[in-house]
């Protein structure tokens, strides 16, 4: 299938090329007039060089060399997991952002709010659009990883590489566990409940984990309820107001923020270290 | 039938099932990694769930509104893992051919990105969105009772990519399975390329020159996490009980608790005095297994089974990965354990929250 189209784009012109009339078409002038040239600068690429220079001239289509492997355009190989998730990620950008429009991380509102969005906005998807773009997109993170190891695509000049997208995949994960706690309903609260009570166990620094009990400046316990990881974790002894404040700037400014750092990295290296991976 | 499956999935005859199953992939790759048995594989398992939709408790946990993904994972999973060794045996032939493999082989060698790349991903994506957006519509995202800290569910769940650590919750303490075992996964994960020498097999989908490399990936990525993750997503009930797939998650069902330690196994059960007063000889004796098992344990592989790999990777990089092979196998150990002889804990210390 992919194979077909392949054939069928290398060779075929590509649509929006100007048919042959002696007097300049609409569409022509469309294209010559100096709006069209200063956007678009390389013109309608028709041609082998323009097609090489549209993309070196392009900062987003920059993200892709002007060049690459023949197989490594194959669906089989690359499964365009990479590619997907961060589509999924841009998904997530644009419906999480008409979300905050609409939701206020306080107990007293934040569950109100995602009613109200539920029953007062009609043909309103973004809340679900939103929820299983993030579901989809740890499963493609997750396929990303596993096709970069069966591709031995870790492998030098790659290592760096394979270390960031570790990171962002646990970015992933962090991103979709503190929105997870937002819609401030049951499955929310107590989702998050049983995931940070696992905090409370980390060795010396949660008030039941291993070796805390020995931080101590005479009787006084440095690590307890009141001051260990899962307390700052949460902003209390509980998942409450200061938790779902916390978790909000986490998952809408901070967590965001560095993904996009690292997947600028992690697109950067893609290039210098010779694009998509391929037989020697 | 049903009751037959039902037994089935319980976590230690499934468990062995797959691993057994995977042990034989590995060993007749030709055979599981084909078209046909990804056909057979494929429709049965369809059919299987197809079927299995007409029982009303299969139905009310798979059509959870946050369970539907999941079970598009397991089919995309086991999709794109019949992918990638289907193309690897495939490439595995065509090397023991003398042949290039089939990534080098594909004329011309380079293409132009606009439009060659540029458009398949714009298909990709309108497809991602059109699925999406389908998805949206049909399925409403779950809300459910307002946020009420004084009345927890049960089963209080966390998210469903974090289940497997819940899943290992039952056969370790939180310190082990919240903190370290993923604490683990994600620095094993980065060091996969430094401990990985094997310098074949990079570019392309290949199994016979990174054997090991693949079976261990697969058998961590497949049976250590996602599979617990389907186990505490479709299987773990109220209490977090086990539930077969078509049964009825009665909250009274009982479990008895007959779990105790190694060291009151042997003092005891075996000594039949009573278990002593200061910890360190109370636990002496799993001490002494841990350090064995992190000690000797890979003096005995290096000795039969990695002696050259012990030579080729250097002594850093070799105890690295030992190291990590050894957190990775200990995980189905300690599960076994619990499952064959009730064992809670093999050194368990709780004066110190130390319990392993």
Same mark, same amino acid.
């Given at each position: 299938?992919?194979?077909?189209?392949?054939?069928?784009?290398?060779?075929?012109?590509?649509?929006?090329?100007?048919?042959?009339?002696?007097?300049?078409?609409?569409?022509?002038?469309? &294209?010559?007039?100096?709006?069209?040239?200063?956007? !678009?600068?390389?013109?309608?690429?028709?041609?082998?060089?323009?097609?090489?220079?549209? +993309?070196?001239?392009?900062?987003?289509?920059?993200?892709?060399?002007?060049?690459?492997?023949?197989?490594?355009?194959?669906?089989?190989?690359?499964?365009?997991?990479? %590619?997907?998730?961060?589509?999924?990620?841009?998904?997530?950008?644009?419906?999480?952002?008409?979300?905050?429009?609409?939701?206020?991380?306080?107990?007293?509102?934040?569950?109100?709010?995602?009613?109200?969005?539920?029953?007062?906005?009609?043909?309103?998807?973004?809340?679900?659009?939103?929820?299983?773009?993030?579901?989809?997109?740890?499963?493609? +993170?997750?396929?990303?990883?596993?096709?970069?190891?069966?591709?031995?695509?870790?492998?030098?000049?790659?290592?760096?590489?394979?270390?960031?997208?570790?990171?962002?995949?646990?970015?992933?994960?962090?991103?979709?566990?503190?929105?997870?706690?937002?819609?401030?309903?049951?499955?929310?609260?107590?989702?998050?409940?049983?995931?940070?009570?696992?905090?409370?166990?980390?060795?010396?620094?949660?008030?039941?984990?291993? %070796?805390?009990?020995?931080?101590?400046?005479?009787?006084?316990?440095?690590?307890?309820?009141?001051?260990?990881?899962? !307390?700052?974790?949460?902003?209390?002894?509980?998942?409450?107001?200061?938790?779902?404040?916390?978790?909000? +700037?986490?998952?809408? &400014?901070?967590?965001?923020?560095?993904?996009?750092?690292?997947?600028?990295?992690?697109?950067?290296?893609?290039?210098?270290?010779?694009?998509?991976? %391929?037989?020697? | 039938?049903?009751?037959?499956?039902?037994?089935?999935?319980?976590?230690?005859?499934?468990?062995?099932?797959?691993?057994?199953?995977?042990?034989?992939?590995?060993?007749?790759?030709?055979?599981? =990694?084909?078209?046909?048995?990804?056909?057979?594989?494929?429709?049965?398992?369809?059919?299987?769930?197809?079927?299995?939709?007409?029982?009303?408790?299969?139905?009310?946990? @798979?059509?959870? /509104?946050?369970?539907?993904?999941?079970?598009?994972?397991?089919?995309?999973?086991?999709?794109?893992?019949?992918?990638?060794?289907?193309?690897?045996?495939?490439?595995?032939?065509?090397?023991?051919?003398?042949?290039?493999? /089939?990534?080098?082989?594909?004329?011309?060698?380079? @293409?132009?990105?606009?439009?060659?790349?540029?458009?398949?991903?714009?298909?990709?994506?309108?497809?991602?969105?059109?699925?999406?957006?389908? =998805?949206?519509?049909?399925?409403? /995202?779950?809300?459910?009772?307002?946020?009420?800290?004084?009345?927890?569910?049960?089963?209080?769940?966390?998210?469903?990519?974090?289940?497997?650590?819940?899943?290992?919750? #039952?056969?370790?303490?939180?310190?082990?399975?919240?903190?370290?075992?993923?604490?683990?996964?994600?620095?094993?994960?980065?060091?996969?390329?430094?401990?990985?020498?094997?310098?074949?097999?990079?570019?392309?989908?290949?199994?016979?020159?990174?054997?090991?490399?693949?079976?261990?990936?697969?058998?961590?990525?497949?049976? #250590?996490?996602?599979?617990? $993750?389907?186990?505490?997503?479709?299987?773990?009930?109220?209490? =977090?009980?086990?539930?077969?797939?078509?049964?009825?998650?009665?909250?009274?069902?009982?479990?008895?608790?007959?779990?105790?330690?190694?060291?009151?196994? $042997?003092?005891?059960?075996?000594?039949? #005095?009573?278990?002593?007063?200061?910890?360190?000889?109370?636990?002496?004796?799993? $001490?002494?297994?841990?350090?064995?098992?992190?000690?000797?344990?890979?003096?005995?592989?290096?000795?039969? @089974?990695?002696?050259?790999?012990?030579?080729?990777?250097?002594?850093?990089?070799?105890? $690295?990965?030992? /190291?990590?092979?050894?957190?990775?196998?200990?995980?189905?150990?300690?599960?076994?354990?619990? =499952?064959?002889?009730?064992?809670?804990?093999?050194?368990?210390?709780?004066?110190?929250?130390?319990?392993?």
């Amino acid at each position: 299938m992919a194979d077909e189209n392949l054939e069928k784009g290398s060779t075929t012109e590509a649509p929006e090329a100007a048919p042959k009339k002696k007097k300049k078409s609409v569409w022509k002038q469309l &294209v010559d007039s100096q709006v069209a040239k200063s956007y !678009f600068r390389t013109g309608i690429p028709n041609t082998r060089r323009s097609r090489l220079l549209v +993309v070196l001239n392009s900062l987003w289509l920059h993200l892709h060399p002007a060049r690459t492997r023949r197989h490594a355009v194959r669906l089989r190989y690359t499964w365009c997991m990479g %590619g997907l998730s961060f589509f999924l990620f841009m998904v997530l950008t644009v419906t999480g952002i008409l979300l905050m429009f609409y939701y206020r991380p306080t107990v007293e509102y934040a569950y109100m709010d995602i009613v109200d969005l539920r029953e007062q906005v009609p043909l309103g998807i973004m809340r679900e659009l939103h929820r299983w773009a993030a579901h989809l997109m740890v499963i493609t +993170v997750w396929l990303h990883m596993f096709r970069v190891f069966m591709t031995g695509s870790y492998k030098p000049p790659r290592e760096f590489n394979w270390g960031v997208g570790v990171i962002l995949l646990v970015l992933t994960l962090l991103l979709s566990f503190t929105g997870y706690l937002l819609p401030w309903d049951q499955l929310a609260i107590w989702a998050v409940t049983v995931g940070t009570n696992m905090a409370r166990a980390t060795p010396f620094l949660g008030q039941e984990g291993p %070796g805390a009990a020995l931080l101590q400046i005479g009787d006084i316990a440095l690590v307890h309820a009141g001051s260990d990881i899962r !307390f700052a974790l949460l902003g209390g002894r509980f998942v409450g107001e200061a938790t779902l404040l916390r978790f909000y +700037v986490l998952h809408c &400014v901070a967590l965001p923020f560095v993904a996009i750092i690292l997947m600028a990295l992690h697109f950067f290296r893609i290039r210098k270290d010779g694009n998509i991976s %391929g037989p020697v | 039938m049903k009751e037959i499956i039902n037994v089935i999935s319980n976590p230690p005859i499934l468990f062995t099932l797959l691993v057994v199953i995977l042990f034989l992939s590995f060993r007749y790759p030709e055979v599981f =990694w084909s078209g046909k048995a990804m056909i057979i594989v494929g429709v049965s398992s369809v059919l299987f769930f197809i079927l299995s939709l007409f029982d009303e408790n299969f139905l009310l946990i @798979v059509t959870k /509104a946050d369970n539907v993904p999941i079970v598009g994972l397991i089919f995309l999973i086991l999709f794109f893992t019949w992918l990638a060794m289907w193309q690897a045996v495939k490439n595995d032939k065509r090397i023991a051919a003398g042949k290039p493999v /089939a990534e080098a082989e594909i004329e011309p060698k380079r @293409v132009i990105v606009w439009p060659d790349l540029v458009y398949i991903e714009l298909i990709a994506l309108t497809l991602c969105l059109v699925l999406l957006i389908g =998805w949206s519509v049909l399925l409403e /995202a779950p809300l459910e009772q307002p946020a009420n800290p004084a009345n927890s569910p049960n089963p209080s769940k966390a998210p469903w990519y974090f289940l497997g650590l819940q899943e290992l919750l #039952v056969y370790f303490d939180p310190w082990i399975a919240g903190v370290l075992l993923p604490g683990i996964c994600v620095v094993g994960l980065m060091a996969i390329p430094y401990i990985d020498k094997n310098p074949k097999g990079n570019g392309y989908y290949s199994f016979a020159e990174r054997k090991m490399a693949i079976s261990i990936f697969i058998f961590g990525w497949l049976l #250590v996490w996602i599979l617990l $993750i389907v186990i505490g997503t479709f299987l773990r009930g109220p209490n =977090w009980n086990f539930f077969g797939p078509y049964e009825y998650w009665d909250i009274h069902k009982l479990e008895p608790l007959v779990n105790i330690n190694l060291s009151e196994i $042997i003092y005891i059960k075996w000594f039949g #005095v009573g278990l002593p007063k200061n910890w360190f000889f109370r636990e002496i004796f799993g $001490i002494g297994t841990l350090l064995a098992y992190f000690m000797i344990t890979p003096l005995i592989l290096t000795k039969k @089974v990695f002696s050259s790999l012990y030579v080729k990777l250097g002594i850093g990089r070799y105890s $690295i990965f030992i /190291a990590l092979l050894l957190l990775l196998v200990s995980v189905p150990i300690k599960m076994y354990l619990r =499952w064959l002889f009730n064992l809670k804990y093999i050194v368990a210390i709780p004066e110190f929250f130390f319990n392993i």
